[in-house]
């Protein structure tokens, strides 16, 4: 068993309890709990039928940890529930690329496990096949923005550093998470996304960024110019402490 698995276990036993903490977008439906871990063979029987290796971090949070639930977003989703995607093809340079689940093993490209809700078409994938395998990204199935590659080396770092974000007392500073012309990359800080939304006309609510997730950029948790010149131009700014 991977030593950081006791950590996780009571850093996320303790969240529940911490009084002046982060709020986690989509806390609300897992409310920090996870389902059973899974047994060994109900894990080897997905590997053998979708014909793929889990990667190892992500694989022993399962049997070690827990099956589904308490993760950043709307949680883990279900094994037998995760389906694989592949990237679109690269595109104009510094175009947003989506992921596609038609028939994945068609394309001959690498394979991306969807293992987190986050809601609408927007996606969290695990890389499972190339160069990125066991790397956590986030994006949008349809290409509106992303793919942002987690800074993370593998799943239990990428999740240890979610669970730290929710018991900070103080939200960290975000940096934003970008995709260059040569395709997804990571940042040196793990991810943001800010997506600038329109209100309805007469709303009154103008133009607001809305969070999809949130890392630290500065521990210390101060505000930066470009925090502040974000704040000035928009409107319910909301911060969803995340994974990066």
């Known amino acids: 068993m991977d030593p950081r698995i006791p950590r996780l276990r009571r850093k996320l036993a ?3 309890f911490q009084a ?11 409310k920090f709990y996870l389902d059973p871990k899974l047994t060994e063979a109900r894990v080897a029987a997905f590997e053998a039928e979708q014909d793929i290796a889990l990667p190892d971090a992500y694989r022993q949070f399962l049997t070690h940890v827990g099956g589904s639930g308490a993760a950043p977003f709307y949680g883990l989703v279900p094994l037998e529930q995760c389906s694989l995607r592949v990237m679109n093809p690269r595109g104009e340079p ?7 689940g038609r028939d994945p093993r068609a394309h001959g490209r690498d394979l991306f496990l969807h293992i987190i809700e986050m809601g609408c078409t927007d996606i969290c994938v695990i890389a499972v096949t190339g160069p990125l395998t066991g790397r956590v990204l986030i994006g949008n199935g349809d290409g509106y923005w992303g793919p942002n590659v987690s800074s993370a080396t593998d799943f239990l770092s990428w999740y240890e550093r979610w669970l730290s974000e929710a018991v900070a007392a103080t939200p ?8 260059g012309p040569m395709g997804p990359r990571s940042t040196g800080l793990g991810l943001v996304h800010l997506r600038l939304r329109d209100d309805p ?3 009154g609510a103008g133009r ?3 969070a999809g997730c949130l890392v630290s950029g500065d521990s210390t948790g ?3 110019a470009q925090t502040a010149a974000m704040g000035a131009s928009c409107r319910g700014m909301i911060w969803c402490p995340g994974a990066g």
């Open 208 to 210: 607001r960024y809305r």
């Open 20 to 30: 002046l903490r982060s709020h986690s977008f989509g806390e609300e439906k897992h």
């Open 222 to 224: 101060r505000a930066t």
């Open 201 to 203: 006309p007469g709303s």
């Open 172 to 179: 960290a500073v975000p940096s934003v998470g970008r995709t």
């Open 14 to 16: 303790a969240i529940p």
């Open 94 to 100: 510094g175009k947003p690329r989506g992921f596609d």
